[in-house]
């Protein structure tokens, strides 16, 4: 006979998780972050789970929006930051909550800027409930801080130490936004600084840098303000225990002390997202199956790029809900 091998296990709800005969390596839910919605996200989840549709629901509630309206029929709020957010959460939230539901819990969580919110509920050291009210007032308040001669561009082909040495040596306000993936970084900033040093960075080799379609210059310091009036916000939330570790866009290492927690969403407005380090941190890990939860495959189209030995699922629709129930209760 055989010995079982305990490559992996480990405790969630008191329930001890082996497999026999094989290695298993660790799974992370991912949460995509603004940019990803679209209209009719999380509709058939909201038709066919009951537990989809309270999740919805309640976030409606608490954000005093009716995100039906929002998430599944033509609008123009759907794109705009305030909405945005709390849509693209509560659509996050309510396949979580399906997940869990069918005993689908992950080792480790990390997200894309708003996505982090989705990995800190993942987490349990944040109510969905206090994610929700939390989220709706970081979307208003980044919305209102948008200045006016703001810009954000894509640049594509070009190590980080040269884009990080270029916006260094441009004059005014201009950073790395989003650390995305090789070969994919967005700068931020002063449009007039971030226009130099697009043209810097063209002329030391860049494939190509593209100009963003965004209504400001989101992840930069000019955005400082509204994660302080968020700060506000977060001193009367009550955060509990982590237990299951998630990665920080700030750091880009593990958060695993409830007491971090309130000073990295403050800092992670005005941050960069070092979504590729996010990656490498859990792949180091032992994580080797991704979960991606919510509207779009931004994130997976991302980790393919970071490491292609890894696994990608992507859960969008009820249909992919299913597939990816049965190939990780396989794993369990």
């Known amino acids: 006979m055989l010995p079982i091998l305990l490559d992996k296990y480990f405790v969630n709800q008191n329930i001890w998780r082996y497999k026999e005969g094989k290695n298993m390596g660790k799974t992370a839910f991912i949460f ?6 679209y ?37 123009e709020k759907i ?16 396949i979580l ?43 208003i308040f980044m ?14 082909g070009t190590e980080a130490s040269v884009i990080e040495k270029i916006c260094q040596e441009t004059e005014g306000i201009v950073s ?36 963003l379609k965004v209504s400001g210059p989101f992840h930069s310091k000019m955005l400082t303000g509204a994660g302080e009036k968020l700060g506000e916000v977060l001193k009367d939330v009550v955060l509990q225990e982590v237990e299951v570790p998630y990665t920080t866009n700030v750091t880009a290492q593990y958060v ?24 490498e941190t859990m792949i180091a890990d032992g994580v080797d199956t991704f979960v991606e939860i919510g509207p779009g495959k931004t994130l997976s189209g991302f980790m393919r790029k970071i490491n292609r030995n890894v696994k990608v699922i992507n859960i969008q629709t009820v249909e992919d809900f299913e597939k990816a129930v049965e190939e990780l209760q396989q794993e369990m």
């Open 32 to 37: 995509p972050g603004q940019g990803a919605q």
């Open 39 to 75: 209209v009719g996200m999380g509709r058939d989840f909201y038709e066919t789970f009951p537990v989809c549709r309270e999740v919805i629901d309640k976030a409606s509630e608490i954000s005093g929006l009716d995100l039906k309206t929002i998430c599944f029929e033509e609008n």
């Open 79 to 94: 794109n705009i930051t305030e909405y945005t957010q709390i849509a693209m959460l509560a659509v996050e939230a309510a």
């Open 97 to 139: 909550k399906a997940l869990e539901e069918r005993g689908i819990t992950p080792d480790a969580a990390g997200g894309l800027s708003l996505g982090e919110y989705g990995a800190l509920i993942a987490s349990k050291a944040m109510t969905m409930e206090d994610a929700f009210a939390v989220v709706r007032k970081r979307g």
């Open 143 to 156: 919305q209102e801080a948008v200045p006016t001669g703001g810009a954000m561009s894509a640049v594509l």
């Open 176 to 211: 790395i936004a989003n650390y995305n993936c090789p070969g994919q970084i967005v700068i931020t900033g002063e449009a007039q600084s971030v226009e130099k040093a697009s043209e810097a960075l063209k002329a030391a080799g860049a494939k190509r840098v593209i100009p």
């Open 256 to 279: 695993k002390n409830k007491e971090e927690i309130k000073d990295l969403l403050v800092a992670q407005v005005s941050s960069s997202v070092r979504w590729q380090q996010c990656a």
